[in-house]
């Protein structure tokens, strides 16, 4: 299947119209997350990204780690990569798909887990914020614990 014809029938699978713009782009809501995907037809390949939000002041550098070390082998991010977009300032998820490895189904699945990664991450930015608020004077290591946000 061509690209254009996946994010179509991804788009029929979930009641929605989803149109390429000039950019091949269409994004859409998952929960608390804007989730774009992008036909890149000249090299078969769909990228999807999922914008998880701007990134808290405090204790960036520690967040920054936990972000690293779960795009490691990607051990917490199931195939995806974590990323700062440089050109809002978010946190974003990124995942490249090609095409030839894609039917409906497989892509369908694929978006499902995208979506609850997504969800996962959107979670710990947002939990993270709280975290250091509520404790300003302990170490981020004696109250976050990622592993109990990212199934791995």
Not at 28 to 40: C, E, G, N, R
Not at 118 to 135: G, L, P
Request: aromatic share 10%; net charge negative.
């Amino acid at each position: 299947m061509e690209s254009v014809e996946i994010i179509r029938a991804f788009g029929e699978k979930l009641g929605i119209e989803l149109e390429l713009d000039n950019a091949n782009s269409c994004s859409f809501q998952a929960d608390d997350v804007v989730v774009t995907i992008t036909a890149l037809s000249e090299i078969d390949q769909i990228v999807i990204s999922g914008d998880l939000g701007t990134p808290p002041a405090e204790q960036l550098e520690h967040l920054y780690k936990l972000m690293l070390e779960a795009n490691h082998n990607y051990s917490s991010t199931f195939g995806a990569t974590l990323s700062l977009d440089s050109n809002n300032g978010h946190f974003a998820l990124f995942k490249v798909l090609p095409c030839k490895a894609l039917d409906a189904e497989i892509f369908y699945k694929e978006m499902e887990s995208f979506i609850s990664i997504c969800d996962t991450w959107y979670k710990v930015i947002r939990n993270y914020r709280s975290m250091v608020s509520d404790n300003p004077d302990k170490k981020m290591e004696e109250i976050f614990d990622p592993s109990s946000f990212i199934p791995v």
